[in-house]
């Protein structure tokens, strides 16, 4: 196991009515601005219940609405402006990842005397941000206790992670009972995505990070468990609270701590989401079972990391290594695309031919230049788009 810090300093208000907490803002100064997508947060209450706790307290509230899936760096923009010409003393995202991810941007450009898109092309050149916190909709991405963000520019088609612990949020709010309106197709892609973070984690070539595996193994038999019960009956508070607090250790560094190395599914997965729209969880989906097949392929030597991951996480009962690992990787298949019903394959979800897959390969592949479980290179990057075709 490597040396490692871990701070971690958002303060996590779980369960029902914790929204009472946004009262705590008024630390932080008296203006906000709150960040949300679209009308999900009217239809289901959460809006009006939150502009009033926050005018009570006395705060004066500036919104920025609208926030796409895909976050883009328009939105970014929009809210940097109206936090230097209001003088903005916080930022608030209410709803999903992409909200939280749109917050984080805006508050450190809210700092910056530059253009915004140079903070999401380099972390290091934030160097602080408004006081950031969240009310939390959607379990997936797990933005509400990590300090990353992904902004979308489709003017370039590129999007990208951008990293800076002055993006931490403050104090996260985490009801579950925010995600019982939440649609079947979003539950599954949040599954997925979750489930995406944890695995790009649990493999790693490090050695003696045990914990660690021992964490992730659990946070994903905890998905497995709870994404169908979430499915079958929407209201399941328990099972809504264990995937909304499974996505937030999947992705807080707890897991990836003492053995860090590059993702590949996921930078791979964004060039599907800038050329194709695609909803994330559903590409990482598509992508992660081939992802393995192709592992295996490359180094057949991974074959004894997947047979773990078939004995203590899908209960398999088998001593031959690359049995296992073969029924771990139809596992997952058959857990995503038939337990989940989610999209199996690319052409499901609108890519009707093959002609983008040099150019999405070549982009990706200088984002998972650093390596990874194994090193992709284009021509293999191609071959995965084929396979999950």
Not at 167 to 172: F, V
Not at 288 to 317: C, H, I, Q
Request: with cysteine.
């Amino acid at each position: 196991m490597l040396n490692f810090t871990y701070y971690i300093p958002t303060v996590i208000h779980f369960g029902c009515g914790q929204v009472s907490h946004l009262t705590e803002l008024t630390q932080s100064g008296k203006k906000v601005l709150m960040v949300y997508g679209g009308g999900s947060i009217k239809r289901s209450g959460l809006y009006d219940r939150a502009i009033a706790i926050l005018k009570s307290a006395g705060l004066e509230v500036f919104e920025l609405g609208g926030v796409e899936p895909n976050p883009k760096i328009q939105s970014v923009y929009a809210g940097v402006e109206i936090c230097k010409a209001n003088n903005i003393d916080m930022v608030l995202a209410v709803g999903g990842g992409s909200s939280i991810d749109c917050a984080k941007v805006i508050a450190a450009g809210a700092l910056y005397d530059g253009d915004a898109w140079d903070l999401v092309t380099n972390g290091s050149l934030i160097k602080g941000a408004l006081p950031i916190y969240t009310v939390l909709t959607l379990a997936a991405t797990g933005s509400e206790m990590d300090a990353g963000a992904v902004i979308s520019n489709d003017a370039i088609f590129e999007k990208i992670v951008t990293h800076s612990p002055f993006m931490l949020p403050k104090m996260s709010i985490m009801d579950p009972e925010y995600t019982f309106t939440v649609s079947p197709r979003q539950t599954s892609a949040g599954t997925a995505d979750m489930m995406s973070h944890t695995l790009e984690n649990y493999f790693t070539d490090v050695p003696g990070a045990v914990i660690q595996a021992r964490l992730a193994e659990a946070i994903l038999k905890t998905c497995i468990e709870n994404g169908p019960k979430a499915l079958a009956n929407p209201k399941d508070y328990d099972a809504r609270a264990n995937l909304m607090w499974a996505g937030s250790l999947a992705i807080n560094g707890l897991i990836k701590l003492g053995a860090p190395i590059p993702w590949n599914v996921h930078p791979i997965e964004h060039e599907l989401s800038v050329f194709y729209g695609a909803t994330h969880g559903e590409g990482l989906a598509i992508l992660t079972p081939p992802w393995m097949k192709l592992v295996l392929e490359k180094d057949p030597s991974k074959a004894a990391a997947f047979a773990t991951y078939a004995r203590n996480v899908w209960g398999v009962v088998e001593d031959d290594d690359d049995v296992a690992a073969k029924i771990a990787i139809d596992k997952t298949a058959e857990f995503f695309f038939e337990t989940m019903k989610m999209p199996a394959n690319l052409r499901a979800i609108g890519v009707e031919d093959k002609s983008k897959f040099e150019i999405m390969a070549e982009k990706a592949s200088k984002n998972v230049a650093g390596g990874g479980f194994v090193q992709l290179y284009k021509e293999d990057i191609i071959h995965l788009f084929d396979l999950a075709f």
